[in-house]
């Protein structure tokens, strides 16, 4: 029996990729300095796991930005724009960050490529882009010499490339008139000589990822499929090709996998534990393909059950024999932390809950346990295995997790609890009665900008050089200021600003119990940048209000309704790591009690109007049409329970970012927000579309202008975005915001932008 793993994290222990990646961009460390960097984590990562006893250690699985974009480079697709931003000193890797990130400099300005989520992960990919005419050309070696580091090195690795099919379903056409489908006799030409230099180097078995067998794929697809990898095999009768279908089960696909000419297909089952049984019931596997069992998780980071694992583990080698039994992580390991090991602080997270946990250099350990369990007669008695059993039996019952009245309050819940006392047309009357806005009311998503000075103070006060007084003070006059500002330019609904909050779900995990916070936990999200998500790994409650004072105190200062502002239940579930021992939707529900106790409360202070947002409802939708609307159901489920408290004269918000609507707009109207705000001015309001095809019955507000930049919007911009928004939804439902994320930007545009906008609405309302 063999163990391998699909990937490895690349940001380096300590974020040395990130660091080495900015320097150079900002040109303070040599082109030499980072392949420096580079290198040393690859050898660092790759000794490692040698280590740790895994039989097939994975290569190219390094990037210095991202592996769809190393394949872009591989087979030469270049946007035109960006080969001629290049000058005679440019590298193949200055090509290569252009396309990332852009280029602005003497004279050249080229935008970067678009990013998109990585299936339904939180990491990003630059997608492809293709044109009816597109040529291939082999551009870079980087995997055969990523290859040939290794080996010199004594490690004999698996190279991992990104297989076809996906590659050229996650890409784009850019014209029309093709399918970037049709591209394939030309681009498997590339990947076959790519194999050759591979194989001529002493390669033996390759991983080919086709995550893409986790979706729903047509007949047209299926074929690619089998197309490629019946092609490869003819072309390399001796390469061992393991292909790795990840983040679900092959569903419908699985004849086309199970007919493929492969050594061995790769299975997640910690997403579909069914998977095995369906495969070895079905009877039709090849006798000649051995199984890659995927029972460590690559995405979460609880420690691995060996139990289970092992009963997976003795049931295929029950039926197929040990040595066409492969052990592995679910997916790359890209998408876990580094180390456990570097977590050292039990203040911050508690001895107990960290033994229930695992990172990256933990989940090699544990495959390297599961591989000698499995080994032995009787693994029952074995110490890995009892350590293992008791440490699981400890979560099981522990009362730091187990919370009865949280749970109960849970099981008690009632359809009533799920909806507002009356529809929203009665709703809005009493609204309308009770806060008296104008036609076109004026409002922000909610932050203000986070100055170096709000920054600098909040660390200071971490770091315990601030005292809490002092930090407080500090807090209070940003806060003061904000609501004077609004109040000069007259904004109808004031916001306190968001400047205690370093960041919208972090803010919330931290005085929620059931949350723990690592210090070092980073994972990549796209290129240089690094997230530390919250671990949700107890039943979660509410301590203690967690805006209240920050939003009454913002109140006190105005007379005007100042809206409260909330992260929901779907959104802090979304971007944390969440506990396995239960369902999302049960973890979900606890979320959005602590929400709507927090709503409650907002209301019981005088708060009018409180937004809830959820930019993450959209990203969490399973990849399989199928399995969506058990997951709309729960999760718009859970914001109606955050929201459904307040009475019908408490004006509920939600707030979505840029995202597609269409397909899922009656979900939309479900939630039943009283207003709806949504990033909109970058696709000019074409988003509006949706809510007005479907005649969303409640009031939006559409972003009229866009503050990714600095730039300043003219009035007439404003007010033409406006005046399109007014044509395809009744006046009277329209409020006028910025879109989000002011977060990010200086005072002086804010200011001026937020002028020109008021001025915007003032003007709509003489025409109505
Ligand atoms: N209220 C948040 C803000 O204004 C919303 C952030 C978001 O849209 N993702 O920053
Ligand atoms: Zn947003």
């Not at 681009?187 to 390669?203: E, F, N, V, W």
């Not at 949700?536 to 209240?548: A, L």
């Not at 929901?568 to 529900?589: A, E, H, K, M, Y």
């Not at 049409?625 to 709309?632: A, D, P």
Request: charged share 25%; hydrophobic share 35%; aromatic share 8%.
């Amino acid at each position: 029996m063999k163990t391998s793993n699909l990937g490895y994290p690349r940001i380096g222990a300590h974020r040395e990729l990130k660091r080495a990646c900015e320097k150079y961009w900002s040109g303070r460390i040599t082109l030499e300095d980072l392949l420096h960097a580079g290198k040393s984590i690859r050898e660092e990562n790759w000794k490692l796991q040698q280590q740790k006893g895994i039989d097939l250690i994975p290569s190219n699985d390094f990037s210095f930005y991202d592996q769809v974009l190393d394949t872009s480079l591989m087979v030469g697709a270049i946007p035109e724009r960006y080969k001629n931003a290049q000058d005679t000193k440019s590298t193949l890797l200055d090509l290569y960050f252009a396309m990332a990130r852009g280029v602005q400099k003497d004279g050249v300005d080229v935008i970067a490529m678009e990013m998109t989520k990585w299936f339904d992960t939180n990491y990003h990919y630059i997608v492809p882009e293709f044109t009816k005419d597109q040529e291939f050309e082999l551009l870079s070696s980087k995997i055969v010499d990523e290859f040939n580091e290794a080996k010199a090195m004594g490690i004999h690795t698996k190279p991992v490339i990104l297989g076809p099919v996906t590659y050229l379903l996650l890409g784009k056409e850019k014209e029309e008139g093709f399918h970037r489908l049709d591209l394939l006799p030309k681009l498997l030409p590339i990947y076959c000589s790519i194999l050759k230099r591979l194989l001529d180097s002493g390669a033996t078995w390759i991983q080919f990822d086709e995550p893409i067998l986790s979706t729903d794929l047509s007949d047209k697809e299926q074929e690619a499929i089998k197309k490629v990898y019946q092609e490869i095999a003819t072309a390399f009768p001796t390469l061992k090709m393991l292909l790795a279908n990840y983040f679900g089960d092959f569903g419908d696909n699985l004849d086309t996998a199970l007919s493929l000419p492969v050594c061995a297909l790769h299975l997640d089952l910690k997403r579909s534990p069914n998977q095995l049984d369906t495969v070895l019931e079905l009877g039709k596997l090849n006798k000649k393909i051995s199984l890659s069992l995927g029972v460590v998780d690559g995405r979460n980071v609880w420690k691995n059950d060996f139990k289970t694992s092992l009963e997976f583990v003795q049931k295929a080698k029950t039926q197929l024999g040990e040595e066409r039994v492969i052990l592995s992580p679910s997916c790359s390991l890209l998408h876990v932390p580094y180390d456990l090991e570097l977590e050292k602080n039990e203040q911050v997270l508690h001895e107990d809950v960290k033994d229930w946990m695992a990172f990256a250099k933990q989940k090699l350990e544990e495959l390297q346990s599961l591989k000698l369990l499995a080994s032995v007669p009787n693994y029952e008695s074995h110490q890995h295995f009892i350590a293992n059993l008791a440490s699981m039996e400890k979560r099981k019952n522990s009362t730091l997790i187990h919370k009865p009245k949280v749970k109960k309050r849970v099981e008690q819940l009632h359809e009533k609890d799920f909806y507002r006392k009356s529809p929203f047309k009665k709703r809005k009357v009493l609204q309308e009665a009770h806060l008296n806005l104008p036609l076109f009311p004026t409002t922000t998503i909610g932050s203000f900008p986070q100055t170096q000075e709000v920054r600098r103070a909040r660390s200071l006060f971490k770091k315990g050089e601030l005292s809490e007084q002092a930090y407080v003070d500090f807090l209070i006059k940003e806060t003061t200021d904000a609501i004077a500002f609004q109040e000069e330019v007259g904004l109808d609904v004031p916001v306190h600003g968001e400047f205690e909050r370093n960041d919208m779900v972090e803010y919330f995990g931290e005085q929620l119990d059931g949350f723990v916070f690592s210090q070092n936990g980073w994972v990549q999200s796209y290129g240089s940048r690094c997230v530390k998500p919250p671990i949700i790994f107890g039943d979660v409650s509410r301590p203690s209000p967690m805006t209240v004072f920050w939003t009454s105190f913002a109140q006190s200062l105005t007379e005007k309704p100042v809206k409260g502002m909330l992260t929901g239940p779907v959104t802090i579930l979304q971007w944390s790591f969440v506990r396995d021992d239960q369902p999302r939707s049960s973890t979900c529900n606890q979320i959005a009690l602590a929400i709507r106790d927090e709503v409650v409360d907002l209301e019981k202070e005088g708060i009018q109007i409180i937004q809830v947002d959820e930019p993450a409802i959209r990203e969490g939708l399973p990849l399989r049409k199928k399995n969506w609307e058990t997951y709309l159901d729960w999760a718009i489920g859970a914001f109606k329970l955050s929201t459904s408290g307040v009475k019908d004269s408490t004006q509920i918000h939600t707030h979505m970012c840029y995202s597609e609507f269409n397909d899922i707009i009656k979900n939309i109207a479900d939630m039943d927000a009283d207003v709806i705000t949504i990033e909109c001015s970058r696709s000019q309001m074409e988003l509006l579309d949706a809510f007005s095809e479907f005649d969303y019955p409640n009031d939006i507000g559409p972003g009229v202008y866009d503050i990714h930049s600095p730039r300043v919007p003219s009035l007439n911009e404003i007010l033409k975005l406006l005046r399109k928004a007014e044509n395809v939804l009744p006046a009277s439902k329209l409020w006028v915001n910025p879109d989000c994320g002011l977060k990010t930007r200086g005072w002086e545009e804010t200011k001026s932008a937020l002028k020109l906008m008021v001025s915007a609405a003032q003007q709509m309302r003489k025409v109505e």
